[in-house]
């Protein structure tokens, strides 16, 4: 279980980096498919989750990836793109504060922080 729930966080910071890179037409390195990976195991070795938990925060994972290849797949405009975005990261935010403890939740939101970060300074760059 715990395999499958580093498959999907994984998959999440891959999907993250290659949206940015799918709209200049070009891939994932292979330093960043690393650095994706990387992330990845600091993100697990902060939250350390116990086997329900895992089971549960991959059910949550599921339905909001789900929910954003529908968005990507969907025909709708920037901004509406954009709040349905939102929403679907303040619904997997609420499901995740009911599972993780109050450390490890705290963990997952600085994760975010961080991912956030790095995407604006790749954007700055003109790297993403």
């Given at each position: 279980m715990k395999n499958t729930l580093k498959i999907l966080l994984l998959l999440a910071v891959i999907v993250m980096t290659s949206t940015v890179k799918a709209q200049t037409g070009s891939r994932l390195t292979e330093e960043e498919k690393a650095e994706a990976r990387a992330r990845y195991e600091t993100y697990q070795e902060r939250l350390n989750l116990t086997e329900k938990q895992s089971e549960k925060?991959?059910?949550?994972?599921?339905i909001y990836f789900e929910g954003l290849s529908e968005l990507r797949k969907s025909n709708k405009t920037?901004?509406?793109?954009?709040?349905?975005?939102?929403?679907l990261?303040?619904?997997?935010?609420?499901?995740m504060k009911t599972v993780?403890?109050?450390?490890?939740?705290?963990?997952?939101?600085?994760?975010?922080?961080?991912?956030?970060?790095?995407?604006?300074?790749k954007r700055k760059n003109g790297n993403g």
């Open positions: 925060v991959e059910e949550i994972n599921m920037r901004l509406v793109k954009y709040r349905e975005w939102k929403k990261s303040k619904t997997r935010d609420k499901e993780l403890n109050d450390q490890q939740y705290e963990a997952y939101k600085e994760f975010q922080a961080e991912m956030k970060e790095d995407f604006k300074a």
